[in-house]
T-cell receptor, first 115, second 112 residues
Framework: GAVVSQHPSWVICKSGTSVKIECRSL??????MFWYRQFPKQSLMLMAT?????????EQGVEKDKFLINHASLTLSTLTVTSAHPEDSSFYIC???????????FGPGTRLTVL | GESVGLHLPTLSVQEGDNSIINCAYS??????FIWYKQESGKGPQFIID?????DKRQGQRVTVLLNKTVKHLSLQIAATQPGDSAVYFC???????????FGTGTRLTIIP
């Protein structure tokens, strides 16, 4: 089946630093990937839609200059949290859309803790 | 029983009993619905989906019911097992538009 990986699975960083999270579709190509954020005991909130070769589309209220998204290839999208602060601590989950099956496949998530 | 907490409703069910998890969706234009299971510290796992031209769909031990009149979706899990303990989310979309909107989620706890 289609597999999506994320790296790292967890990261701890100091306030003010930047953190990059990778999302890879391992056995299929994904022209569209999605980034979600999930706070404890809450649902997944879509942050942005990442399109290969073009700019990401951000949801209302998500700062594009703070959450930089790059979808450089059909199997890789990256999310960079710039100048991270404690309130950015969350579980970040990506998904990759496979057109052949019209299905989104989710990654295992990345736990970000900002001290 | 079922209770609503500050953020996440919870449902406790005896092992072997059937579970019913409910979801009210928001967009009457949505025509594609999916149920996901999320275990602690992991990403969502697809369970079953249904399109708006159906009102019921069955999988292995799971059944999804859709009532478009009241914008209600339910997930029935038969003969629940300890491994079914997780948070369950419904998600809605427009078929052909990949963007998903997730519901609040329900934490299912199986009592041995």
């Amino acid at each position: 089946g289609a597999v999506v990986s994320q790296h790292p699975s967890w990261v701890i960083c100091k306030s003010g630093t930047s953190v990059k999270i990778e999302c890879r579709s391992l056995d299929f190509q994904a022209t569209t990937m999605f980034w979600y954020r999930q706070f404890p005991k809450q649902s997944l909130m879509l942050m942005a839609t990442s399109n290969e070769g073009s700019k990401a589309t951000y949801e209302q209220g998500v700062e594009k200059d703070k959450f930089l998204i790059n979808h450089a290839s059909l199997t890789l999208s990256t999310l960079t949290v710039t100048s991270a602060h404690p309130e950015d601590s969350s579980f970040y989950i990506c998904s990759a859309y496979q057109g052949l099956t019209d299905t989104q496949y989710f990654g295992p998530g990345t736990r970000l803790t900002v001290l | 029983g079922e209770s609503v907490g500050l953020h996440l409703p919870t449902l406790s069910v005896q092992e072997g009993d059937n579970s019913i998890i409910n979801c009210a969706y928001s967009n009457s234009a949505s025509d594609y619905f999916i149920w996901y299971k999320q275990e602690s510290g992991k990403g969502p796992q697809f369970i079953i989906d249904i399109r708006s031209n159906m009102d019921k769909r069955q999988g292995q031990r799971v059944t999804v019911l859709l009532n478009k009149t009241v914008k209600h979706l339910s997930l029935q899990i038969a003969a629940t097992q300890p491994g079914d303990s997780a948070v369950y989310f419904c998600a809605e979309a427009n078929f052909g538009n990949e963007k998903l909107t997730f519901g609040t989620g329900t934490r299912l706890t199986i009592i041995p």
